[in-house]
């Protein structure tokens, strides 16, 4: 006799990706606004930029999810943004005129055509 597995819909998986994704934009954005407070101006500015870029945020989402999956049960937002925040400084170094330097990224200027590369 086979395993019993949870049925989950497309729209049950939509409605969990939305929920993540906002629940991570709302922490970015409070992180991207104490960089801008508490970072040198133009540090402050570029890394708030870079992580108040829009996204899918895919893989915060799959934090959150395992951890509720292995029995989490507290916030964990910021976990899932710390997986992020990775993933987006490896998309500004990937952007960079050493790398491949783009143009654009996530449908606007670059981190480093904004700001420049010191």
Do not use: I, N
């Not at 949870?6 to 990706?17: E, G, I, K």
């Not at 992180?31 to 101006?41: I, N, Q, Y």
Request: charged share 30%; net charge negative; proline share 7%.
């Amino acid at each position: 006799m086979g395993r019993s597995t949870p049925q989950t819909s497309t729209a049950d998986v939509a409605a969990f990706l939305e929920e993540s994704r906002e629940a991570v934009d709302r922490v970015l954005a409070a992180w991207a606004g104490r960089l801008e407070r508490e970072e040198p101006e133009s540090l402050g500015a570029a890394m708030a930029y870079s992580l108040r870029a829009p996204g899918k945020r895919f893989r915060p989402a799959l934090v959150l999810a395992a951890y509720r999956e292995l029995g989490g049960t507290g916030p964990a937002e910021e976990l899932a943004c710390a997986v992020e925040v990775v993933h987006t400084y490896s998309l500004v170094h990937d952007d960079l005129p050493c790398m491949d330097d783009d143009d654009l990224r996530r449908g606007r200027p670059t981190t480093h055509k904004v700001f420049g590369v010191p």
